[in-house]
């Protein structure tokens, strides 16, 4: 099982860019999915997440109205579409699957995660 996070790089401030996790191995269309990331000497913290079936979606606060999170079960991906990026967040993208959640209805933590990408950096430029 694995997942592929990709579509990070190195934009301007106000700019945008699409990340996407593809799973392999198994079908996650069941099973909630998230977006987290890691700044350099921080911990990891929650982005979005998104049920089973796209129905609902999570955002932490300091990216809603910017960042949209989807999914495309037929092609087992999952995207984060991020726009009016700010410098405060540049780091590294993780994607994660949820083996026992569909959906959520509080934020949730990295524990409540069993699957996830290598990860994907985003950079954002002043």
């Known amino acids: 099982v694995q997942l592929q996070a990709s579509g990070g790089g190195l934009v301007q401030a106000g700019g945008s860019l699409r990340l996407s996790c593809a799973a392999s191995?198994?079908?996650?269309?069941?099973?909630?999915m998230g977006w987290f990331r890691q700044a350099p000497g921080k911990e990891r913290e929650f982005v979005a997440a998104i049920s089973w079936n796209g129905g609902t979606t999570y955002y932490q606060n300091s990216v809603k109205g910017r960042f949209t999170i989807s999914r495309d079960n037929a092609k087992n991906t999952m995207y984060l579409q991020m726009n009016s990026l700010k410098p405060e967040d540049t780091a590294v993208y993780y994607c994660a699957a949820d083996m026992v959640r569909k959906e959520y209805e509080a934020e949730p933590t990295i524990y409540e995660f069993d699957y996830w990408g290598q990860g994907t950096q985003v950079t954002v430029s002043s």
């Open positions: 191995g198994r079908t996650f269309s069941r099973n909630g």
